[in-house]
């Protein structure tokens, strides 16, 4: 009876067994009919054609020959799709083999791609493929999910002015995409071939240009924010840019077009930020494309034409970029084929904040055969294109009579700060008809400390404050030289120069003055000259870019005061000696020649102008003992002297002596 039981439960355990398989196959078969009538219909239902729609049993999906039409007129097309939708703790995937998309720039051609763990559950897919006919491309890419995409081979194919580019990535890889983002993009690698004229710009094919880059990798890239830049325009809430890409790299760039060839050891950046604007990206791009000749639109169209322009250049908002060991070699242009310009940078780094730009250059250096030019660092700070891109914004909205008054000046840029540091050149003389004149047979030879440039704060374009200096510019003095000034000093024992300057003028708005803190250079062991002053009468209308009126502003100028300053560091000794050795005398008899020639001529010009009595006294003791002499011209007017009194003067300085106040101290 025992055996019985057990043989009748193990039946009825057979038979709920094969009801359960019975119902699954049922359920199997419902999902195959379900399935492949879905993805028929969303494919039809935007255009499409597809070739052959099966599902299997085990919940696999396959596709084969997909054609989706664009709403550009493009076309992708799909040799086939095999995926799985999630199904209960499975994750979904998808396999995709000779994806091509085509479109009017060129194509993209997949030849096969793996999508890891994805969200391909009936819903989800249907909702980004088909569902809402009204919903934004940016929210269907939000709508994906995948723990990793794989394509072992990407290639991009454009036809530019008759000539085919091609660019091949290798090994792609997208991680992390959820919410529209990928966490991480990455490629082992790529080559690029593509056609160039003979100056380096595209053309139908004359010289082709290849190279290849090495590891390449984005974080953070923000899939559907590029999306929405495209395809839409910004709302209330795209007030402040976002971030588009985080940090990124590319390294072992090269090109070549087989006679130059140049490249980067890395190019890296932190991450881009764009902002929004009233149209989407493509309708702005492609009304710019439909316009042939800009100049020859109504002033209406013109006006949006550039301000369509404007609005790109306005997108990014925070951006950097990184350039690191680049090299040259080109070919030299003297026909001597072996001959090689070689340039090299150690690191360009460039960053833009709004409208404002900051760049540093390290390392450059440039050289063909013995002649070579160097500099250690250069740096661009505070340069702002704001000015220029507000001037522009009124300036296309201007018909042509109204632009004959417009203060072009305002088109200026704010240039900020420039710095360069540690120049060195060693350089060919001057060539005259081929040849190198006998005069200059010498090689230019030179450097320089430091440089620096600054024009800030701008007026309608023009700086109102203004710093130019340079350090230690050191030019050698070539023993065999014949110009007559150089040859005096190879004379005096001066085998090189070395000179400093430097320029710096601030307007005073509130005082309507132009204050010149400094005018002044330097000859290291020789000697230096400075002057400073501030002129009044300087209003506005020297910083209005209108001609007119800055040539009428120029009568309201007035001198108010001036410091003119002199300082021996040797070349007085120098002089001397030198006077000395051609005159056979000492130093001493020399000196005391001098000094009592001197006094003599002096005096009598005081006799006869008592009133320069104490500057004729500073100046002997100057001559005879040289240190530093400073003279001080400063007008009893507050208002300072007038230009008509000025040019008066000009003929006679001494009808001047009543109207200002001089002193002279030597030390």
Do not use: C
């Amino acid at each position: 009876m025992g055996q019985a039981e057990t043989r009748t439960g193990k039946r009825a355990a057979l038979w709920a067994a094969v009801a359960l398989i019975a119902i699954a196959a049922a359920g199997m078969t419902g999902y195959k009919i379900v399935a492949e009538r879905t993805m028929s219909g969303m494919i039809a239902e935007r255009g499409g054609k597809v070739g052959n729609v099966e599902a299997d049993f085990l919940g696999r999906i396959h596709l084969r020959d997909v054609k989706l039409p664009l709403k550009d007129g493009s076309e992708v097309h799909i040799a086939a799709i095999d995926g799985r939708p999630e199904i209960f703790f499975l994750k979904g995937m998808l396999e995709v083999a000779g994806l091509q998309l085509k479109t009017k720039l060129g194509s993209v051609e997949v030849p096969q791609a793996t999508v890891q763990e994805a969200n391909l559950s009936y819903g989800t897919t249907t909702e980004i493929f088909g569902g809402r006919g009204d919903l934004p491309l940016s929210k269907r890419i939000e709508l994906f999910a995948a723990r990793r995409v794989v394509a072992p081979e990407i290639l991009v194919t454009q036809t530019v002015g008759g000539s085919e580019q091609k660019l091949v990535y290798r090994n792609v890889v997208s991680e992390g995409i959820a919410d529209g983002r990928v966490s991480r993009f990455s490629a082992e690698g790529a080559s690029f071939e593509f056609g160039v004229d003979g100056n380096g710009g595209e053309a139908g094919g004359k010289k082709r240009l290849t190279g290849s880059l090495g590891p390449m990798t984005v974080q953070d890239m923000d899939a559907a924010y590029l999306a929405r830049l495209y395809t839409e325009k910004a709302g209330p809430q795209d007030k402040e840019a976002k971030p588009v890409y985080g940090p990124s790299s590319v390294k072992d760039i090269v090109f070549s077009d087989g006679e130059a060839r140049f490249g980067y050891a890395e190019i890296r950046s932190s991450g881009i930020s764009m902002a929004m604007t009233d149209q989407p990206l493509l309708e702005t791009l492609n009304a710019l494309s439909a316009v042939s000749a800009p100049d020859e639109l109504p002033p209406a169209e013109r006006q949006a034409y550039f301000t369509r322009i404007l609005s790109i250049i306005d997108m990014t908002k925070k951006a950097d970029i990184e350039m690191l060991g680049l090299n040259m070699e080109v070919p030299a242009k003297d026909g001597d084929k072996g001959k090689k310009i070689k340039f090299a940078t150690d690191r360009l780094a460039i960053q833009l904040d709004g409208q404002t730009l900051d760049a540093t250059l390290n390392g450059l250096s440039m050289a063909e055969g013995e002649s070579h030019f160097k500099i250690s660092e250069a740096a661009l700070s505070g340069f702002s294109w704001s000015p220029t891109f507000k001037a522009l914004e009124q300036m296309v909205a201007l018909d042509e009579q109204q632009l004959e008054s417009f203060p072009f000046t305002t088109l200026l840029p704010e240039f900020g700060t420039v710095r360069l540091a540690g120049i060195d050149a060693d350089l060919p003389g001057s060539v005259e008809n081929g040849e190198t004149s006998p005069s200059t047979a010498e090689r230019v030879r030179f450097s320089l400390k430091e440089y620096e440039a600054a024009l800030t704060k701008p007026r309608n374009g023009i700086p109102t404050d203004i710093r130019v200096s340079y350090q230690d510019l050191t030019v050698p003095v070539p023993a065999n030289i014949e110009e007559k000034t150089l040859a005096e000093l190879r004379k005096l024992g001066i085998d090189e120069l070395v000179l400093s300057s430097s320029l710096e003028a601030a307007w005073d708005e509130a005082q309507q003055t132009l204050v010149i803190k400094e005018i002044s250079t330097s000859l290291k062991d020789l000697a230096g000259f400075s002057f400073s002053g501030v002129m009044g009468g300087v209003s506005g209308d020297f910083f209005s870019g209108d001609e007119a009126k800055m040539r009428v502003a120029l009568f309201g100028l007035t001198a108010r005061e001036a410091e003119l300053e002199i300082e021996d560091k040797g070349l007085a000794a120098k002089g001397l000696k030198a006077y000395a050795e051609q005159n056979g005398m000492t130093e001493d008899q020399a000196r005391g020649m001098l000094t009592m020639t001197s006094s003599v001529v002096l005096q009598q010009f005081a006799d006869e102008e008592p009133r320069l009595q104490d500057v004729v006294d500073a100046v002997s003791k100057f001559i005879a003992k040289p240190g530093t002499f400073t003279l001080t011209v400063k007008s009893k007017s507050p208002s300072g002297l007038g230009a008509l009194e000025l040019a008066v003067a000009s003929q006679n300085p001494l009808l001047l002596l009543d109207r200002v106040d001089i002193e002279a101290v030597a030390e």
